[in-house]
């Protein structure tokens, strides 16, 4: 079920306007300067923030739209979501995490040992590493069986060493979810290696010559 957005957003400095398409098993990478609307994206993905115009469909299931004033709150679009500061709940272990809205037919121990984290299953959050939590966060969100994934800097707080783990990681299991995923990010090498596609925003609008100016500025 592929994610189709055509919106549009007055923003303090500019308007928003979005076209974009993702495809089950692909990963569209969202790139582009700080301001340029990327957030606002996600926020209108997820369904906490309502575009003045335009659509928002998964498939068939209209999520927003501003004419037939259709909008579907955030818990009922069924996402996974994984955020920069992750979204674990500190006073719950991370088995707890990920069993909290997990899916009755989803193997918890399973999810864990595919992310490399059984051995940590007893520990709370505070204790364990920063890669450790997002890995902890990609299971929580998985967990759920989401429609769609909405990735938004979920590598950007990590060292090197662990960023590139997580993304190599990453870029071998996501044909196999089979749901489009919708990767926010201000790096462009994780965007290149990554992504199936890469769309620049820019003063809120797609932006193919920001991504070539970047191009060209760096050697
Ligand atoms: P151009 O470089 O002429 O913008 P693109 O192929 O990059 O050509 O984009 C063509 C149109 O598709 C643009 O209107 C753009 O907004 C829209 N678009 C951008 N990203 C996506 C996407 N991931 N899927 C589908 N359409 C997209
Ligand atoms: P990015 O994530 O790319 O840094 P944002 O989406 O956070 O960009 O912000 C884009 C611009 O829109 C910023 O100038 C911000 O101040 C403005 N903005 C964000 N939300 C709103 C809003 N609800 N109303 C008006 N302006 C907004």
Redesign the pocket.
Known sequence: MSLCLDVQ??????T?DIKLTCEPGTLTAIV????????????IIAGL?RPDSGQVKLHDTVWSDSTAKTFLPPQKRGLGLVFQDYTLFPHLTVRKNVAFAAREDVDIDALLKQFSIAHIAEQKPANISGGERQRAAFCQALARKPVLLLLDEPFSALDIATREALRTELKNQKGHWDIPIVH?THDLEEAFYLADRIVA?EN?HHSPFWLKRQLAHRD
Do not use: I, Y
Not at 9 to 14: D, G, I, M, R
Not at 32 to 37: D, I, K, T, V
């Open positions: 957003k007055q923003l303090a400095n500019f928003l582009g300067p700080s301001g340029a609307g990327k957030s606002t994206l996600v926020r923030t926010v925003v809120g």
